[in-house]
């Protein structure tokens, strides 16, 4: 499916390094449940390794985050990652592919840090570095 005229080709995260090497890819842009305003960016689990990723072979990384998902509040410090139920990774169909009693890591979000993100572009502007400035600045907020 193409939108916009826009190539698109669908692969697996796991697969993101092997294809960054390859230059397939020359940019990458992500969404973002909540972004704050140091640019610190929180995302599904896996943003932060593409971003780690992309930064490794020189690939533009941008975060699309509309204006409703900065958070002017919280430090760092503050922001708890969801932990999901280990039965999402012990279970599957029903089944049980791990022992009952194994420890499970299962978070739903990670972060990607500031210096790993080339802009955040938003409804009213990109943002680009410093971001503890900018942020404030291109979203009125000085």
Not at 97 to 107: E, Q
């Amino acid at each position: 499916m193409k939108v916009d005229k826009i190539p698109v080709t669908l692969i697996t995260d796991n697969m993101i390094g092997h294809v960054m090497e390859k230059n397939t890819i020359d940019q990458v842009i992500v969404g973002a449940d909540r972004v704050l305003s140091t640019g610190h960016v929180f995302n599904k689990i896996g943003t932060s390794t593409i971003a780690i990723v992309a930064n490794h072979y020189g690939i533009p990384f941008y975060v699309a985050a509309p204006e409703s998902s900065f958070d002017f509040t919280n430090p760092l410090s503050r922001v708890k990652i969801e932990e999901r139920s280990a039965d999402e990774v012990r279970v599957v169909d029903g089944c049980s592919i791990a022992p009952k009693n194994v420890s499970v890591c299962n978070p739903a979000f990670d972060m990607t840090k500031p210096g790993l993100i080339d802009a955040i572009i938003t409804e009213k502007g990109v943002i680009r570095k410093p971001f503890a400035k900018n942020i404030r600045k291109i979203l009125g907020r000085s």
